[in-house]
């Protein structure tokens, strides 16, 4: 086989698991502060975390196939492993990324109702 053919089969399917496993990570752990943003109304939470992690799989994984093509030739198992990793590597500088800026937004979410809440208590 080629080393091509198995360097793309091995870069989409590293890459699928990371994006799962992250998302599903996210998923998971983001909805607690969705209950403090959205005053736990679980409803609305779940509909709102469902949408940003379709959103989240959409975007990784557009990405990911953008980032697919190698235009270089790969003669050796090395170069597939050299460049599996620059191919790799720019998946979870972006998965890093997303997370954080799910993050700030989460987090100036959370600042604007922790603001309404005190305006309205007091």
């Known amino acids: 086989m080629d080393y091509l053919v198995i360097t793309y089969t091995a870069y989409i399917f590293i890459t699928l ?3 799962i496993w992250v998302g599903k990570t996210l ?23 469902r949408l940003l992690l379709v959103g989240f ?19 050796s198992v090395a170069a597939s492993i050299e460049m599996l ?3 790799i590597g720019l998946i979870v500088v972006v998965l ?9 937004v989460l987090f100036i979410l959370r600042s604007k109702n922790k603001k309404r809440v005190v305006t309205t208590t007091v």
């Open 17 to 19: 698991i990371l994006t």
């Open 27 to 49: 998923f998971t752990n983001g909805r607690v502060f969705l209950m403090e943003i959205f005053n736990n109304d679980s409803l609305l939470v779940d509909s709102i975390n």
């Open 57 to 75: 799989y959409l975007v990784n994984f557009g990405y990911a196939l953008q980032n697919l093509i190698v235009k270089t030739d790969i003669i």
């Open 85 to 87: 990793s620059v191919k």
């Open 96 to 104: 890093g990324v997303m997370h954080f800026f799910n993050l700030f």
